[in-house]
């Protein structure tokens, strides 16, 4: 059987990240083929990241639901449960007290006697005291009104493995498909391993020689070591190991070969990012490039326009259709509508399975780029054909499969509903697009004027092709009227429009248009009425 094709478009897709790091919050945006694919914006001070470890105190237990409540100096007390504190708790506590009690030797995690593993069956309140000083990790951060969820089962993510403190067995990422290689790598890894530290093999490290290995292992090591300082110096509660950088973050999860530029404009980030792939891909150091233009660099990417036309409730998809995405506090829902196709007379079937497969497309790259978790519900529209929803359904988990994040897709119901359920870690996404109006006063919201000329062409798409209409008068106000028109010539919007649409339309700077406002008169001087479902919504 042949690949399917989205596995072609993944070997050839090229690769950029795009990193705008200003004082006081950094965006990144990873693009893929020139669109955007992933993004992140984050305040520079913001802590609880996924990944932090906090020497912390109990502040309260909670028997009947098995879990206690941390003080880690959040607003809201973190949360843990009994099971996420880990098989090897008890050892990590007796360390964490002898440790505190002698703050001026580092006790060795190598020749620390390990305690025998939790019982499954215990409760909270057999291990567990108020007021008791332990270590506790973001598991993920503080969302709406809840503080931080917090592990004991404690790791330091590298580039090729993984380090889990007071565990003593080698893990092989299951993506490892071949099992020599998965005995090459354990045996390698095996040989360099300290006594007490568990090791998972991730997917990168494969071909990844005894050196590479050696090298990061040593690093890892090294950073729980200064973890373990930290706390023996700190009040409580206190930070001792930091994630690194954001920028740093998500290139060590995402970084592969296929980059051709990580462009950075702040000269300490890029500094960072550099030492951190000569480190890793010492041959890929030359992709780390700085940014010294005076265009901003979300605007030189077109980041910036693509964040206005994709992060807001209402977002185009193909074949004239678009997707409404709401956020609740329990689940996302998000419904598929036909737009202008719902009013073609070809096979509504046919036409619903087309519709719908390309929105499949928009809404799995919406869930990537608004790392979108917990339920998700989506409304397709209506297939009466099982064999439809089950090409759809299949449709879809091979787009999720690009998706790095632990998910499950469950098929579509009769009424054309699919649930997904996406690992949540980190709020969702939730970009505010809308802009205030700049006629009535900011009394009302209008949709992003950076996107106006995108939308207009879009409906003289419609016009000329679907509506065949060839000959007609544009009427703008005339602000956007000499914006269409500037530029050297033929490098200019209106002239563009010209070859696309032909020379039997007219332009027309109009006094009484709004600012963001168009109209189009036919031959006749007859008002063509352009407007879609999808202009309802903001």
């Not at 990944?51 to 007390?77: C, S, W």
């Not at 409906?459 to 956007?480: A, G, N, Q, W, Y």
């Amino acid at each position: 059987m042949a690949p399917p094709l989205f596995f072609f478009n993944l070997c050839t897709m090229t690769s950029e990240v795009v990193i705008d790091a200003l004082s006081n919050e950094i965006t990144i945006g990873l693009l893929e083929d020139g669109r955007l694919a992933e993004y992140q914006r984050e305040r520079q001070d913001a802590s609880f990241s996924v990944g932090n470890i906090y020497l912390a105190r109990v502040k309260k237990l909670m028997p009947g639901l098995n879990a206690a409540f941390i003080d880690v100096g959040h607003e809201k007390e973190g949360f843990i449960h009994y099971q996420d504190l880990g098989p090897q708790f008890k050892t990590l506590a007796k360390y964490v007290k002898q440790q505190i009690s002698d703050r001026k030797h580092l006790i060795p995690v190598e020749r620390f006697k390990r305690e025998p593993d939790m019982d499954k069956n215990d409760t909270v309140g057999e291990v567990l005291t108020v007021g008791q000083e332990i270590l506790v990790q973001i598991a993920k951060e503080p969302i709406s009104t809840k503080g931080p969820r917090l592990t004991c089962d404690l790791s330091l993510p590298g580039r090729f493995m993984v380090l889990i403190p007071f565990q003593d067995k080698v893990s092989v990422s299951t993506k490892i498909k071949s099992s020599e290689e998965k005995s090459r790598l354990r045996q390698i890894i095996g040989a360099i391993r300290p006594k007490n530290f568990g090791v998972i093999i991730r997917t990168s490290a494969q071909g990844m020689g005894a050196e590479e290995l050696t090298q990061e292992l040593t690093s890892l090591v090294k950073r729980w070591e200064e973890c373990v300082t930290t706390f023996m110096k700190g009040k409580l509660p206190s930070l001792c190991y930091e994630e690194t950088s954001r920028a740093v973050a998500l290139l060590r999860d995402i970084f592969n070969p296929s980059f051709e530029n990580i462009w950075v404009n702040d000269p300490v980030t890029f500094n960072q990012i550099k030492d951190y792939v000569s480190l890793i891909a010492p041959e890929k150091a030359d992709v780390v490039k700085l940014y010294e233009e005076e265009q901003p660099i979300l605007d030189k990417f077109a980041v910036t326009r693509q964040i206005k036309s994709s992060l807001g409730k209402t977002v185009s998809c193909k074949e004239g259709a678009y997707i409404i995405i709401e956020h609740t506090e329990a689940l996302h829902v998000i419904d598929v509508n036909s737009g202008h196709r719902s009013h073609q007379a070809d096979d509504q079937e046919a036409n619903a399975l087309l519709v719908d497969m390309g929105a499949a497309e928009e809404i799995c790259r919406q869930m990537r780029l608004r790392d979108m978790g917990g339920i998700v519900v989506i409304d397709f529209i209506d297939l009466n054909k099982s064999e439809h929803r089950e090409q759809l359904y299949k449709h879809v988990k091979e787009l999720m499969a690009r998706d790095r994040a632990k998910h499950n897709i469950l098929p579509l119901s009769k009424f054309c509903l699919m649930q997904i359920t996406r690992q949540r870690v980190r709020p969702v996404m939730d970009v505010q697009t809308a802009e205030a109006c700049p006629v009535c006063g900011d009394r009302h919201v209008v949709k992003p004027s950076i996107l106006f000329c995108d939308r207009l062409q879009e409906k003289l798409d419609m016009l000329t092709s679907e509506m065949k209409v060839k000959s007609f008068r544009l009427h703008l106000h005339p602000f956007i009227a000499a914006y269409v028109r500037q530029g050297w010539f033929f490098r200019s919007l209106y002239w563009q429009w010209r070859r696309r649409y032909g020379m039997s339309w007219r332009l027309i700077a109009d006094q009484s248009m709004e600012l963001l406002q168009y109209k189009v008169l036919d031959a006749d001087r007859n008002e063509i009425d352009l407007s879609q479902p999808i202009d309802a919504h903001v």
